[in-house]
């Protein structure tokens, strides 16, 4: 029990030391490192400087590994009859995490989807709904990998999720907690898929 529950507060710390010293460096523009780097730009109306984005673009690579670990266990999976329901639930994740990458990376429910005229929140709820799916047909399995790694990171996605509906605000302190909030999710997401697809592999082939 100890040992389940200081593993994910232990990987958890990386991040933390990661968006901290993202905030308190004293060299660039913190905010400016949380945005993407379309809103950066928009920001400041000038183009370019590399740190633009930063924080938003290394969340978008730990969305892409996931998305990746998840699919190529699928393809593992599924080559093994007896090991359908598993395949399926990694099938199901890879192709969930790979849509929340490509919204991640072009903006889709903050731009795209509204210029269409579909609202941002129908999007977002669409997005809850996936993972409300997600969650509640394979819960039983997940909890029992690796759960606080799940539970971190479903509780920064809510956090981050309820800071932009409710404040969408682009104040410093609101960037910091929503876009910290999801990047801390974003990686426990991956640590905890990457754990339990390395045991599913370990123990089906």
Not at 180 to 198: D, M, P, V
Request: hydrophobic share 55%; charged share 15%.
């Amino acid at each position: 029990m100890k040992r389940e529950f200081f593993f994910p507060v232990i990987l958890t710390a990386a991040p933390i030391f990661f968006l901290s010293a993202v905030i308190f460096q004293p060299f660039f523009e913190p905010k400016l490192m949380f945005m993407d780097t379309m809103t950066a730009i928009e920001e400041v109306g000038s183009c370019c400087s590399t740190y633009y984005g930063m924080v938003s673009d290394l969340g978008i690579m730990l969305w892409a590994g996931t998305a990746a670990i998840l699919m190529f266990t699928a393809f593992v999976l599924f080559q093994k009859k007896e090991n359908q329901n598993l395949a399926i639930y990694a099938l199901f994740g890879g192709l969930l995490t790979g849509w929340l990458t490509l919204d991640d990376a072009f903006r889709l429910h903050e731009n795209f989807f509204p210029s269409i005229g579909i609202p941002q929140n129908l999007i977002l709820g669409l997005d809850m709904l996936a993972l409300g799916v997600f969650l509640l047909i394979y819960f039983k399995q997940m909890r029992e990998n690796y759960f606080g790694l799940l539970a971190i990171s479903l509780v920064g996605f809510g956090i981050s999720m309820g800071t932009d509906v409710v404040l969408h605000s682009i104040e410093n302190y609101v960037i910091y907690i929503e876009d910290s909030a999801k990047f801390i999710g974003i990686y426990c997401w991956l640590l905890f898929h990457a754990f339990t697809s390395r045991k599913h592999i370990a123990e089906n082939i």
